[in-house]
């Protein structure tokens, strides 16, 4: 290899990294707002994330979503995606100590609420204490279904595709129970729509 080619390398390596680091540091714009920018930045997250438990399931793009049972807010478990076969289902992982979560939920509701019977079902899955959750629930009037689940190396936000735990994080899974979109940071109201379109 030649000076020159060595040199036009290091600078493209210099350049890539400088871009990269400056849209990390900055906030999610609009780079990462596409889905090519959210598979970028979940294969740099997961490159970084503890190793997951032997025997842990992980769901990946285009496999079946590994079976999650999880208690809803009155203790009932609810089994995710059986318990919603047949229609396409937007999970989103939060806790309500959590900024960007609590910001999105409003969009969250809106567009839950305007899906109907057969529509994206949204299922909202806590990291959280589940008094915290019921608490916050009551308080904001969110009516889509709420799950819960304690924040662990093997939690449902892992088995989900998640690994490094970061929040909010959605993903949307097909009428038949394949991982489809992965969503790393909140939504903006008008994204929504458009990214549950599969």
Known sequence: MNATTKVVLVAFAAGTLGVAASLMTSGPGPLWRTEMGQRALGTAISATAPAVPKGVSVAKRGERVPDVALPDLHGRPVAIPD?????????????????????????????????????????????????????????????????????????????????????PYSILVSSDGRLLKQRIGPFEEEEIAGWARN
């Open 83 to 167: 318990s919603y076969a047949g229609r396409p289902v937007l999970i989103n992982l939060w806790a309500s100590w959590c900024g960007p979560c609590v910001t999105e939920m409003p969009a969250l509701q809106a567009f839950a609420a305007s899906q109907g019977e057969n529509g994206v079902q949204v299922v909202g899955i806590a990291l959280d204490d589940p008094a915290a959750v019921r608490a916050f629930v009551a308080r904001t009037g969110v009516t889509y279904p709420i799950l819960v689940d304690t924040p662990d190396l093997d939690d449902a936000g892992v088995r989900l595709g998640n690994p490094k735990g970061v929040l």
